[in-house]
């Protein structure tokens, strides 16, 4: 009976966590606190959604990133959306140009998300300029700016950046990311409008920071990588390296509603469901 309890919750954790909407999610629960990986385009930060979506860091652009550090402090114990322990999350400081970015041929790279897109994040900052904390890379135009991109503008203020499908660039400023201060992120655009939000009280449901129209579709057509910890523009950095704890970074190929995001704790029917997927999966074994 022990043995049957435990693999529910395994199996219900995991529908929960990954759902066919999500085309990769980074946990960042790889080696220990303080611990800094070595290596070099090694695919270490695993993709959580399966899709081989593997991140790594590499010496391509106009810098040389480097590898950040394993940090064990996290938002919460518990991913409030999934209940995954959440131990780990991954320190990136501008001083040192620490980026990771995902590989030359990842899936999420070519992925299609002109039907719509939700990039979450978490997120504890210090105050300073302009700064990308993630982006989609990619010279959509002559703006200067990422496909995609979350930063921190002067004074913590949070800035969503998108080309949507018909290559216009919106700048969504608004919301306020308390400095040293963990906070979770969504910015959500389903094709006709872009939105984005920010949950800094964790007692609290996530608040809408601002929105956009837009129009041709969610997202602008690229096959650039994504970066973490920065955003590169036609290969360089614009908005250079964040200084900041980012973990649990998950992209998702429509725009989720409010209660699927991971800092929302599920209604009971959903977890009940989850049981029932659990239960029906065990029988087929």
């Known amino acids: 009976m022990k043995k049957l309890a435990l693999a529910l919750i395994t199996i219900m954790f995991a529908s929960l966590a990954v759902n066919a909407a999500t085309v990769a999610y980074w946990r960042f629960e790889e080696g220990t606190a303080d611990g800094q990986n070595l290596g070099t385009n090694d695919d270490y930060y695993a993709d959580s959604a399966g899709n081989n979506n593997m991140s790594v ?48 041929d990842a899936y999420v790279n070519t992925n299609d998300f002109s ?27 002559a703006a200067g700016d990422p496909t995609f991109t979350i930063k921190v503008r002067a004074g913590n203020l949070l800035q969503f950046t998108i080309f949507d499908g018909a290559g216009t660039k919106h ?26 939000y920010i949950q800094s009280d964790f007692n609290q449901p996530y608040q ?36 900041a704890l980012i973990d649990e970074v998950r992209i998702s190929d429509t725009a989720l509603p409010e209660s699927q995001f991971l800092g929302t704790i599920p209604e009971p029917t959903t977890i009940f469901g989850g049981i029932v997927l659990a239960l029906l999966a065990f029988r087929r074994k």
């Open 57 to 104: 860091w590499s010496t391509d652009g106009l810098d040389i990133p480097n590898n950040p550090v394993a940090s064990g402090d996290v938002p919460t114990s518990l991913v409030p959306q999934t209940g995954a322990p959440d131990l780990l999350s991954l320190s990136f400081n501008a001083g040192s140009n620490t980026c990771i970015s995902t590989a030359d």
């Open 115 to 141: 039907s719509g897109i939700t990039v979450e994040c978490m997120v504890k900052v210090n105050s300073g300029s302009t700064k990308s904390i993630l982006a989609k890379d990619g010279r959509p135009s």
């Open 171 to 196: 700048d969504i400023r608004a919301g306020n990311l308390p400095a040293d201060q963990w906070c979770r992120i969504a910015c959500v655009c389903d094709g006709a409008t872009a939105t984005s």
């Open 208 to 243: 809408v920071a601002g929105s956009q129209s837009v129009s041709g579709g969610a997202l602008y057509a690229d096959t650039a990588k994504w970066s973490i910890g920065a955003g590169r523009w036609s290969s360089a950095y614009p908005d250079a390296y964040v200084t």
